[in-house]
Nanobody, 122 residues
Framework: QVHLVESGGGLVQAGGSLTLSCAASGRAFSNYAMGWFRQAPGKEREFVAAISWGWSGTISQYVPSMKGRFTISRDEDKNTVYLRMNDLIPEDTALYYC?????????????WGQGTLVTVSS
């Protein structure tokens, strides 16, 4: 079982930036995928970004509306995935969850962290 720990959330003013971290432990992480989802108050959980790595190289995916503001990256040595969020807007306020799985397409059914809260004030 993969154990995921998110950090980096907090309160930020609109236009500001935050970097979320997700540290993974519990297995070997070759040929794997990790990603970020978020759930705003009163809304369903939505996909934000993901990254996969392995024999086919490193692949990143984003929700089109967030690409350009959000960047996902990975530190292989630390088994940690980051989400850099720039130009934050109040609509980005949500609980951000990290997920891990065999592929980007199977993240939803993989392992989940507890979440880290991001609040963007106007």
């Amino acid at each position: 079982q993969v154990h995921l720990v998110e950090s980096g959330g907090g309160l930020v003013q609109a236009g500001g930036s935050l970097t979320l971290s997700c540290a993974a432990s519990g297995r070997a992480f070759s040929n794997y995928a990790m990603g970020w989802f978020r759930q705003a108050p009163g809304k369903e959980r939505e996909f934000v970004a993901a990254i996969s790595w392995g024999w086919s190289g490193t692949i990143s995916q984003y929700v089109p509306s967030m690409k350009g503001r959000f960047t996902i990256s990975r530190d292989e040595d630390k088994n940690t995935v980051y989400l850099r969020m720039n130009d934050l807007i109040p609509e980005d306020t949500a609980l951000y969850y990290c997920a891990a799985g065999a592929t980007i397409g199977t993240l939803s059914s993989g392992s989940w962290g507890q979440g880290t809260l991001v609040t963007v004030s106007s």
